[in-house]
């Protein structure tokens, strides 16, 4: 089995002033490690991308996610009740 040699931990102020040099690595070496108590981890886009799930549009998400099996009482619109805010001149 090989041995993998250990991982580079950068610390801030390490990475601010290296930071092509922190990108050129996470592109060839894999994911940087920056901070010590605080741990941040920089890796190229393709990298986040392969593995973060996708993303459902908002529309299609809320319609796999409506509340079902209920019954909603919708509010009666029939009554004569004064609306606000409206003339009477404009009804």
Do not use: C, Y
């Not at 090989?2 to 070496?29: G, I």
């Not at 809320?62 to 019954?71: A, F, H, K, Q, T």
């Amino acid at each position: 089995m090989e041995m993998s040699k250990p991982q580079r931990v950068w610390t801030v102020a390490e990475a601010k002033t290296h930071l092509s040099e922190v990108l050129r690595l996470a592109e060839t070496e894999g994911p940087q490690h920056i901070g010590r108590r605080n741990t941040f981890v920089v890796v190229p886009k393709r990298l986040w991308q392969r593995q973060s799930p996708p993303r459902k549009p908002l529309g299609q998400w809320l319609v796999e996610n409506m509340p079902r099996g209920m019954e909603l009482e919708i509010p009666d619109r029939s009554s004569n009740r004064k609306i606000p805010f409206v003339d009477e001149e404009d009804e």
